[in-house]
Antibody, heavy 119, light 113 residues
Framework: QVQLQESGPGLVKPSQTLSLTCTVS??????????WSWIRQPAGKGLEWIGR???????NYNPSLKSRVTISVDTSKNQFSLKVSSVTAADTAVYYC???????????WGQGTLVTVSS | DIVMTQSPDSLTVSLGERATINCKSS????????????LAWYQQKPGQPPKLLIY???TRESGVPDRFSGSGSGTDFTLTISSLQAEDVAVYYC?????????FGQGTKLEIK
């Protein structure tokens, strides 16, 4: 059973870069049939898809964040990562990693990690 | 982007009664490649990640109680809980996965009367 776990700093200063890692266990991140996504949720608000990494290594980002987001993969560690540059208070949220696929829903999800942007 | 709009924003239902949540997409999410609706429903309880309930608009995920059902096609969808249980208190989200960016509804908060 595939499980995902987010990790990274819980506090980031404004204008700096947010960096998170998602560790995948119970399955290979290199599986050709799956994609790997990041989703975020500000406190008390809804869900926003940030972007995904395809099994080929290519990426697809939400246009609303595309200029500031980078998703990468480390297959040797079975991990994929998220970087969001030039953060502001509006980037404060719980960040989730999740698995999806072609024409596919998000399942499973990691437990989420809260990132606060504050000086 | 496909905009997903849920109604109502909040819902209060008595135990054992039916709960109905609606989701409307700004464009059809019926995918031409397989004639299926790219629509999922999730349940989120406080402090937890969303849990997949329904995909392809009406296919129940393994392990999800059969009191949960999904219906609809094209742009209009419904999640129905046939007999509300206390553990169903949560926020429910719909999501389309037909077209990037994937988008979610704003959520519907379900409470017990």
């Amino acid at each position: 059973q595939v499980q995902l776990q987010e990790s990274g700093p819980g506090l980031v200063k404004p204008s700096q870069t947010l960096s998170l890692t998602c560790t995948v266990s119970g399955g290979s991140i290199s599986s050709g049939s799956h994609y790997w996504s990041w989703i975020r949720q500000p406190a008390g608000k809804g869900l926003e898809w940030i972007g995904r990494m395809y099994s080929s290594g290519s990426t697809n980002y939400n246009p609303s964040l595309k200029s500031r987001v980078t998703i990468s993969v480390d297959t040797s560690k079975n991990q994929f990562s998220l970087k969001v540059s030039s953060v502001t208070a509006a980037d404060t949220a719980v960040y989730y990693c999740a698995r999806d696929g072609p024409l596919c829903w998000f399942d499973p999800w990691g437990q989420g990690t809260l990132v606060t942007v504050s000086s | 982007d496909i905009v997903m709009t849920q109604s109502p924003d909040s819902l209060t239902v008595s135990l054992g009664e039916r709960a109905t949540i609606n989701c409307k997409s700004s464009q059809t999410v019926l995918h031409s490649s397989n004639n299926k609706n790219c629509l999922a429903w999730y349940q989120q309880k406080p402090g937890q990640p969303p849990k997949l309930l329904i995909y392809w608009a009406s296919t129940r995920e393994s392990g999800v109680p059969d009191r949960f059902s999904g219906s609809g096609s094209g742009t209009d969808f419904t999640l129905t809980i046939s007999s509300l249980q206390a553990e169903d208190v949560a926020v429910y989200y719909c999501q389309q996965y037909c077209s990037s960016p994937d988008t979610f509804g704003q959520g519907t908060k379900l409470e017990i009367k």
